[in-house]
């Protein structure tokens, strides 16, 4: 079964499906369904059977027989989900979570429109009023994450700026930086596996700059851009500074200035 097939066929494109079609021939009907599913694990990040079924109004039955289907097709998989303190009796709970195959089955819908809007905005009222827009956007971003990384060591701020994202759909990963070439030093390094700007911020870049500069802020410490998927990267890497008092448990991290380069294949100017 051809994935790209099934996604595409038009007599299933809606305004405001971001899913083509995620059926086969024989599940015409239930193919608008799916692809919803499909959609909110996208836009939700990894989610459980219940959640799923909780926000789309739909039985155990019917979500699972949703699940299953994606499953076989490979759009999605399963996870064990990550646990605080203690989990008590029982099995782990499972999530559900798109995979590579997935996010390519999706269309960007409104790239267009976005692309479109912001070049007009840069046209009359300068490139500066991108930036301005893209700091914006990112506020309420920042304000949200502020508290769960303001405490604690530097690995644990950035674990935690890691699962932030990752709860908003970036499937982000953390953990000690590679230590290599000038990185010797150590630091940290946060992955972001997902974004769901990439095609605007490709021809945009301020939307980078602007996300970079938020993670300087909230982790208080220097932060340096080193891939983008805007940039035509696998992933978006960022590399984290250790820096005096910045490791320190229990700090509470006063903002300092961000580093941004494009080395090592890094952000786009």
Known sequence: MMLCKNLREPRYLRHNDVVKNVGTASGHAAAPTRGQVARLILELGPSTAATLGGRLALTPAAIRRH????????????????????????????????????????????????????????????????????????SDLERRYAPAVARGDLPSRVQALAEALSADGYAASAGPAPTIGRQAEGGEQLCQHHCPVAHVAAEFPQLCEAETEAFGRLLGTPVQRLATIAHGDGICTTHVTHVGKAATTGTVIEPVTTEITTESGGLLI
Do not use: W
């Open 67 to 138: 699940l299953d289907n994606l499953l076989a097709e490979g759009l999605i998989e399963t996870r064990t989900a990550r646990t605080y303190g203690n989990r008590g009796r029982g099995r782990p709970a499972k999530v559900f979570v798109i995979t590579d195959a997935g996010r390519s089955a999706f269309e960007h819908a409104y790239d267009d429109l976005a692309t479109n809007a912001l070049r007009f905005l840069a046209e009359t009222a300068g490139p500066g009023a991108i930036a301005e827009f893209a700091r914006r956007q990112l």
